[in-house]
């Protein structure tokens, strides 16, 4: 049995344990047992709609990320500053900055509503 079943399990065990008028009506009708397993199942939420920290560690170190691009790019001008040769930015740097900065805007940015045609 995976994680995810045993989870499962759990859960509808502590729905039953919450709810005895639900547990009877099991007793009384056993095949109502699937169609509850069905429902705890879907009422399972997911961490990301309730952990709060995710977000926030995800988004802080996307954005420590692009902070230290950005230094780092203004640091290597400042050393440049003078030389004759042109300045380059390594291209790591700006792969990682870009990437830094999408993934960013897709988590910041607001989910489309479904609309129903």
């Known amino acids: 049995m995976d994680e ?3 989870h499962s399990a759990l859960l509808l065990a502590q729905y039953l344990q919450d ?3 639900v547990l ?3 007793k009384e009708n056993p095949a109502e047992l699937e169609t509850l397993a069905y429902k705890v199942i879907a009422e399972r939420k997911n961490p ?3 952990d709060k920290w995710i977000y926030r560690v995800v988004v802080c170190s996307l954005g420590l990320t692009i902070l230290l691009v950005v230094i ?3 640091v290597l001008a400042l050393q440049h500053n003078g030389a004759t040769t042109e300045l380059k930015i390594p291209e790591v740097l700006t792969a990682i900055g870009s990437a830094a900065v999408g993934a960013l ?3 910041l940015a607001p ?3 479904n609309k129903s045609v």
């Open 4 to 6: 995810s079943t045993t």
């Open 19 to 21: 709810n005895p008028d």
């Open 24 to 26: 009877n009506k099991a």
């Open 48 to 50: 990301l709609t309730w």
């Open 72 to 74: 780092s790019a203004f």
């Open 105 to 107: 805007a897709g988590l």
């Open 111 to 113: 989910t489309p509503a």
